[in-house]
């Protein structure tokens, strides 16, 4: 089984920053596929970016150049670092690993992705 924990959510004016932060409990951690995804009220779970195994990462449109995802293997960490925030950026945001090695599933493939912690809230301000 795998749990993961985020944290690091909060709130921020328009153009801020944030870093969330998730802890995973998998065992072979290294060979996992993980990604970021997020859910709005009133709207579907969308993937924001992951990463494979082999530090690849894809990225949805609406974030590209703005998010960076990352991971520490030693701490079975992953990250999420989000700059120049939009009003439409907040969610709750969620972290999640593919059950896959050396690749990872297309982010629209929510239900490939499991693990699903209790969320890290971000809010934006304008």
């Known amino acids: 089984q795998v749990y993961m924990v985020e944290s690091g959510g909060g709130s921020v004016q328009a153009g801020g920053s944030l870093r969330l932060s998730c802890a995973a409990s998998?065992?072979?951690?290294?060979?996992?596929?993980m990604a970021w995804f997020r859910q709005a009220p009133g709207k579907e779970r969308e993937g924001v970016a992951s990463?494979?195994?082999?530090?690849?990462?894809k990225y949805a449109d609406s974030v590209k150049g703005r998010f960076t995802i990352s991971k520490d293997n030693a701490e079975k960490s992953l990250y999420l670092e989000m700059n120049s925030l939009k009003p439409e950026d907040p969610a709750m945001y969620y972290c999640?690993?593919?059950?896959?090695?050396?690749?990872?599933?297309?982010?629209?493939?929510?239900?490939?992705?499991?693990?699903w912690g209790q969320g890290a809230q971000v809010t934006v301000s304008s």
């Open positions: 999640a690993v593919a059950d896959v090695i050396a690749w990872c599933p297309d982010l629209r493939r929510r239900d490939d992705y499991y693990g």
């Open positions: 998998v065992l072979t951690y290294r060979w996992y596929c």
């Open positions: 990463i494979a195994s082999d530090g690849s990462r």
